[in-house]
Nanobody, 121 residues
Framework: QVQLVESGGGLVQAGGSLRLSCAAS????????MGWFRQAPEKEREFVGV????????SYADSAKGRFVISRDNAKNTVFLQMNSLKPEDTAVYYC??????????????WGQGTQVTVSS
């Protein structure tokens, strides 16, 4: 069992940056790939990006490429989402998820409760 808690969301102006964190419980954090997803009001949840178990590989949605960076610290059971050059369309609830399987098509077994990111124009 893995419990995930996101933090770091908030209100930011367009062009600004935010760094989201996702803290995981348990000793098996490094056994999971970690993905970030988001869901805007009245929209489907969408993939943002993922980092492999040891952090050697990352994959991003086109909307995130060049602006977002995922990293992880396995010693601290934490994964990060650095978001730069934020746009109003990035406004959403952001979720982290722990995935099993093979890069990059993981099965996400555990989910956090989400953190709100609001980007004002």
């Amino acid at each position: 069992q893995v419990q995930l808690v996101e933090s770091g969301g908030g209100l930011v102006q367009a062009g600004g940056s935010l760094r989201l964190s996702c803290a995981a419980s348990g000793r098996t954090f490094s056994s999971y790939a970690m993905g970030w997803f988001r869901q805007a009001p009245e929209k489907e949840r969408e993939f943002v990006g993922v980092i492999s178990r040891r952090g050697l590989r990352t994959s991003y949605a086109d909307s995130a490429k060049g602006r977002f960076v995922i990293s992880r610290d396995n010693a601290k059971n934490t994964v990060f989402l650095q978001m730069n050059s934020l746009k109003p369309e990035d406004t959403a609830v952001y979720y982290c998820a722990a995935g099993s399987g093979n890069y990059p098509a993981y099965n996400y077994d555990y989910w956090g409760q989400g953190t709100q990111v609001t980007v004002s124009s």
